[in-house]
Nanobody, 117 residues
Framework: QVQLVESGGGLVQAGGSLRLSCAASGSIFNVNAMGWYRQAPGKQRELVAV???????NYADSVKGRFTISRDSAKNTVYLQMNSLKPEDTAVYYCKVDRGPYYTAYWGQGTQVTVSS
């Protein structure tokens, strides 16, 4: 089992920045990928950024150049640095881990990010 706890969300004005953190615990081995998703009201959950074990990253087109995903392996924590925030970034942001030979998915509880115009 993997437990994920997100933090760092909040209310910020457009153009501002936030850094989200996701602290992982439990069976943190054989991790295939770790990343961030978001879900805005009335919309489907979507990929924001993912860190592939091995160093590769992938970002949604809407956040490229503004968001940066990173990981501190010693702390078992993944981060999402969010710059130049826009109102359309408003959503609940979820941390996700895929692990094991069958890519079992684990989700955090989410952290609210609200960007005011």
């Amino acid at each position: 089992q993997v437990q994920l706890v997100e933090s760092g969300g909040g209310l910020v004005q457009a153009g501002g920045s936030l850094r989200l953190s996701c602290a992982a615990s439990g069976s943190i081995f054989n991790v295939n990928a770790m990343g961030w998703y978001r879900q805005a009201p009335g919309k489907q959950r979507e990929l924001v950024a993912v860190f592939i074990n091995g160093g590769r990253t992938n970002y949604a087109d809407s956040v490229k150049g503004r968001f940066t995903i990173s990981r501190d392996s010693a702390k078992n924590t993944v981060y999402l640095q969010m710059n130049s925030l826009k109102p359309e970034d408003t959503a609940v942001y979820y941390c996700k881990v895929d692990r094991g030979p069958y890519y079992t998915a684990y989700w955090g509880q989410g952290t609210q990010v609200t960007v005011s115009s």
